[in-house]
């Protein structure tokens, strides 16, 4: 158990629909990171929150958003959503902001969307 | 355009036995590398990290290699147990002044056969 959690562990939505992923990072850590996690594309890096403020954004898409709350737990909000976007959601965490070498990240369990 | 090439896509051993990964990576500029095991269905798990000035570092069984010149790194694993059944995965992080992207090799599957 990484200390990650992620909630919920599964969603089955449909196309043009809505949803919220939840994650709780470790005790003390400040970063926050999400991943994409697709069959045909392997992983890939959305986005990174430290502190509260954005820090680094990969392939996100537009119709995707996050945030990170006071209490530094952070959501991410998929929109319009498409068949595509069915994949494993990551949420990691790490306690600084990853500049340095020794900051690792810890995984959570992952939300399983599935969008029919 | 930043890329993390791994190879072998898949690999089969036999348990006692052990193996080496490769990665190769086009990432610039070059922050650190690092290696992740994830298992089926679940989050990866951090093996090793490693800078620009690092050439070696281990975990228990696995050590991981770095050339920041040939920019190519590998992961021996030592007298392979079953459990080491799972996907490798190297990833690079690209960017300075604590601004980081995070680009992910499609990673390696090891099967370890009793």
């Known amino acids: 158990d990484s200390g990650v959690t992620q909630t919920p562990k599964h969603l089955i939505t449909a196309t043009g629909q809505r949803v919220t992923l939840r994650c709780s990072p470790r005790?003390?850590?400040?970063?926050v990171y999400w991943y994409q996690q697709s069959l045909d594309q392997g992983l890939q890096f959305l986005i990174q929150?430290?502190?509260?403020?954005?820090?680094a954004k990969g392939n996100i898409l537009e119709r995707f958003s996050a945030q990170q709350f006071p209490d530094l737990h952070s959501e991410l909000n998929l929109s319009s959503l498409e068949l595509g976007d069915s994949a494993l959601y990551f949420c990691?965490?790490?306690?600084?902001?990853?500049?340095?070498?020794?900051?690792?990240?810890?995984f959570g369990p992952g939300t399983r969307l599935t969008v029919l | 355009k930043n890329q993390v090439e791994q190879s072998p896509q898949s690999l089969i051993i036999l348990e006692g036995k052990n193996c080496t990964l490769q990665c190769n990576y086009t990432v610039s500029p070059f922050s650190n590398l690092r290696w992740y095991k994830q298992d089926t269905g679940r989050g990866p798990v951090s093996l090793t990290i490693m800078t620009f000035s690092e050439n070696t570092k281990s975990n228990g069984r696995y050590t991981a290699t770095l050339d920041a010149d040939t920019k190519q790194s590998s992961l021996h694993i030592t007298a392979s147990q079953l459990s080491d059944s799972a996907s490798y995965i190297c990833v690079v992080s690209a960017g300075t002044s604590g601004t980081y992207k995070y680009i992910f090799g499609t990673g390696t599957r090891l099967k370890v056969l009793a």
């Open positions: 005790s003390g850590d400040l970063s």
């Open positions: 929150y430290y502190n509260g403020e954005e820090r």
């Open positions: 990691a965490s790490s306690v600084w902001w990853g500049g340095t070498p020794s900051d690792t990240q810890y």
